[in-house]
């Protein structure tokens, strides 16, 4: 078994230490991000001048699927759980994604394009929380702030390069959108293989802290130099996190998770708070969309910078993945989550208040930070909180509920953006997410001082 | 323990012959695809392409083949003749007698779309950047003018906030600007609503007037505008994309029927008594239609089904009877009749 530590990345001395999986899992996440962004930065141009739709209708589609997501995700964490096979499920996520490109080709309606858009959100829905437990299983319990950070950094790298490949490749042969189907779904087949051949199956996702590892469960934490852990302050400030969370000792080799042990999550304090928290102030956000529709209406920018805007954005937050992961390892998880709204309310002020290029630059830097402050920080301060067995489900109910949160937040905002002016509209959410990040952080920050309190 | 690394070896060879198949696979494609799209290239080659004589329907040629999507020309007074196909490919193109639009993808990553202006043989010329996937193209009668639609979408992100963008543009001058911009009068008053959308111009021969479709709180209003005073005036809801007839009597638009269905069936309005009559086409049809003379009316009908991706260009009668199949394998057309052959007005 020792063959394998051969092929530890040798990087900087930093990313030397970050755990084998979870690079790979990242790499994993960068290549199948290339496949379904491209075909997504597509999608509007195949439905509208391929298939004739109006983009009105293609929209209508996108939405229902996004609601769709959050229940699938679900099913995604549950079974993960349930049968102990994490990778088995997020393996059938990622086979899921590389199905739905292949069923493009033969697409000539609505009907079969919604199917393979289904087929492909499944996908990304069932894969999420199971691949986010590899992750925290894979990773020290005092460093998940910049496995996530890694893993994160990674994946927007795909997402920002998906697009730019597809659009390089429809330049070079205008109008053939079935060669960058082709194209996406061997991207999404060399995902899943690598997946398939360089991640290790945990059976047991029970037997997560270092005190509980046999030999045979050890595969997952290559990499890890033991010694690297007493040498980190915050670890030696905390000691015993593991313990402490408030999670029930895990109960492994018995009976399978059933629904009811599901709603037992709700009775573990932290997480519950965690869980309201990340709600509450999901349900306040905009929605990039509208954000970039703001700057348009203020005339920071212009339509044709209009794709250049998401490009900033995601820049911003793979730069800022990692940093702000380990931030969040220093300082307090959930501390940086909430910043991370902090940052959301900042990005809003600066879309109304400045204008010109300078204040459009600087209202992305704000959200693309506030993605990085808060898309992998919310797994890392949710998985110390749950019972080992129970982690793929609690991480993906806590993702579920920020899903949901955010579907709310652009239905809502879309409303008041119809009714009221654009700047009232933003105003008024600015207003409600003060109020949210004032009912949230005392929240979260209690949850925390419990949490030294039981030390 | 050896035996495990052996398999492990063999595992690892299986995935890299696989791994190294799957790569080839996408390259061939991309190679194969490439070099399709060169040997039909050349745009600005091939000048000598000879034009039906008298009236023409210029329209997208979608017969399967290398010149998918290029423009092509049929005499009107005979669509059962083999159809010209010029060298230049588009998504949607309109004509004049003077002149014409073509709405195309460019090579260029970060300007993906163009409108470009075509010349009296429908030769491309000064090219005009396009902020959105190209919707609806027309052009004035006496080429003075132009008008195009885009969807401005870039990314998925960004599909809950579609918007369309229509600018008019002076031939050889400087762009009218976006047409949303003009001040829109609803029931006589100043509308400021934010969510305003404009598309489907059809321009009114020899004048600065124009009539289109505003959209806005998911209402959809025929409108009358004027370059001029920068005005759309609102005329009627619940309709879109209309279409002026040659004579400049009548309008063709699509109108919505039935309550909160998105049906759609084209009417003609006769602007002089305000009388609105169904066609005979009862399919919901996505185009903005063209005259094909006038007393009927042409637009494209995706295929659907297997092999889609195609569209047949379809014309009605005024008159009655049944729609029937005009030219097979074909979208965005217009009539054009050369400067010769105009009739003196």
Redesign the interface.
């Known amino acids: 078994m020792y ?1 394998s530590v051969r092929d530890i990345p040798h990087g900087t001395r930093s990313t030397a230490r970050v755990p084998r999986v979870v690079v790979v899992l990242g790499l994993v996440s960068l290549i199948t991000d290339v496949s379904t962004e491209m075909v ?2 597509v ?3 195949f439905a ?5 739709l ?6 209508l589609l ?2 229902l699927y996004q609601g769709a997501t959050v229940l699938v995700r679900l099913l995604g964490g549950f079974f993960a759980d349930r049968l102990r096979r994490p990778k088995l499920v997020a393996g059938a996520g990622y086979a899921l994604g590389a199905v739905a490109k292949l069923m493009l080709l ?4 609505a009907g079969a394009l919604s199917a393979a858009v289904a087929v492909d959100r499944a996908g990304k829905g069932l894969r999420t929380a199971p691949r986010d437990l590899l992750i925290a299983t894979a990773s020290p319990r005092d460093r998940l702030g910049r496995s996530f950070g890694v893993h994160r950094a990674l994946d927007a790298t795909g997402a920002l390069l998906g ?2 490949v597809a ?10 959108f079935d ?1 960058i189907f ?2 996406s779904f ?2 999404a ?2 995902g899943v ?1 690598l997946f398939i ?1 360089r991640v290790p199956e945990h059976h047991t996702p029970g037997h997560r802290g270092p005190e509980r590892h046999t030999p045979e469960h050890h595969v997952g934490e290559h990499g890890v130099p033991e010694h690297s852990v007493p040498e980190h302050d915050a670890s030696a400030r905390r000691p015993a996190v593991a313990g402490t969370a408030g999670a029930p000792v895990s109960h492994s080799g018995a009976r399978p998770v059933s629904l009811r042990d599901v709603a037992a999550l709700l009775r573990i304090g932290g997480f519950r708070r965690l869980l309201c928290a990340a709600t509450v102030l999901s349900a306040a956000t905009i ?4 954000l ?2 703001v700057l348009l ?1 203020n005339e920071s920018v ?3 910078w ?2 250049l ?2 490009v900033c954005t995601s820049l911003i937050y793979l730069t800022l993945a990692l940093p702000l992961g380990r931030l969040s390892d220093r300082y307090g998880r959930n501390g940086v989550f909430s910043a991370g709204y902090g940052l959301l309310l900042c990005a809003y002020l600066t879309a109304v208040l400045t204008g010109g290029v300078a204040g459009a630059v600087l209202c992305l830097v704000f959200l693309g930070a506030y993605y990085a402050a808060t898309d992998g920080v919310l797994p890392a301060a949710a998985a110390p909180l749950l019972p080992a067995e129970l982690t793929a489900t609690g991480i993906s109910v806590v993702q579920a509920a920020v899903a949901g949160g955010r579907a709310l937040g ?1 239905v809502v905002f ?1 409303a008041v ?2 009714a009221a ?2 700047d009232a509209a933003v105003w008024t959410f600015a207003a409600a997410l003060t109020a949210a990040l004032l009912t949230a952080v005392p929240m979260i920050t209690r949850a925390r001082n419990r949490r030294t309190e039981a030390r | 323990m050896t035996r495990l ?1 052996q398999r ?1 070896i063999r ?2 060879k299986i ?1 890299m012959v ?2 190294v198949l ?2 080839a ?2 390259a061939s ?2 190679a194969s ?2 070099l ?2 060169s040997a039909t290239g050349g745009e600005r080659g091939g000048g000598s392409v000879e034009l039906p004589e008298g009236r023409q329907i210029v329209f997208r040629s979608l017969r399967p083949g290398p010149a ?2 290029h423009i092509a020309v049929l005499p009107a007074a005979d669509v059962r003749r083999e159809r010209v196909v010029l060298p230049t ?1 588009c ?1 949607r193109t309109a004509a004049s007698p003077t002149g014409g639009l073509c709405l ?6 970060i ?2 779309f163009a409108a470009t202006l075509l010349d009296d043989r429908l030769r491309p010329g000064e090219e005009i ?1 396009l ?5 609806r193209a027309r052009i004035s009668e006496d080429g003075r003018y132009y008008a195009t639609t885009a ?13 369309t ?1 229509t600018v008019i543009g002076r031939v050889g001058g400087d762009p009218a600007g976006d047409v949303e911009r003009f001040t829109f009068l609803l029931n006589g008053q100043p509308n400021e ?3 305003r959308n404009v598309w489907g111009v059809t321009f009114v021969p020899g004048g600065e007037r124009f009539f289109a479709t505003v959209a806005t ?1 998911d209402r959809r209003y025929l409108v009358e505008g004027d370059i001029g005073r920068r005005t759309l005036t609102a005329l009627r809801d619940n309709v879109e994309c209309p279409s002026l007839s040659p004579d400049g009597l009548r309008l063709a638009y699509k109108k919505r029927t039935g309550l909160n269905s ?1 049906v759609w069936r084209f009417h003609v309005l006769n602007l002089a008594t305000g009388v609105e009559t169904p066609l005979a086409e009862t399919r919901s049809v ?1 185009d903005q239609a063209a005259w094909l003379d006038d007393d009927h009316v042409m637009y ?1 009908v ?8 195609n ?1 047949d260009v379809w014309v009605v009668s005024l008159r009655g009877g049944a729609p029937r199949l005009l030219i097979p394998d074909a979208d965005s057309p217009t009539v054009r009749a050369p400067a010769a052959d105009r009739p003196l007005r």
Not at chain 2, 104 to 109: A, D, F, G, S, V
Not at chain 2, 151 to 163: D, K, P
């Open positions: 063959v997504t930065a999608l509007p141009l509208t001048l391929a298939l004739g109006t983009p009105l209708a293609y929209g996108d939405g033969p697409v000539a309606g697009p730019v659009f390089g490749l429809l330049a070079l042969a205008p109008g053939d060669m082709v194209v061997c991207a087949v060399l293989l051949h929605g990039d969309g509208f970039y529709l209406r212009t339509t044709r209009f794709p805007l998401f652009a879309g953006w119809t002016e654009g | 690394s492990g595992d690892g995935m696989i791994t799957v790569i696979v996408a494609c991309v695809s490439v399709r799209a998918f999507g490919r998504e195309r993808q460019t090579r260029n990553p300007q993906p950047p902020n959105g996937i190209p919707s969807f401005v979408t870039g990314h998925s992100y960004l599909s809950e906030g579609f918007s963008e609503n934010a969510d709180q998105d996505d494209a995706p295929k659907g089904g297997a092999g889609g991706r569209a």
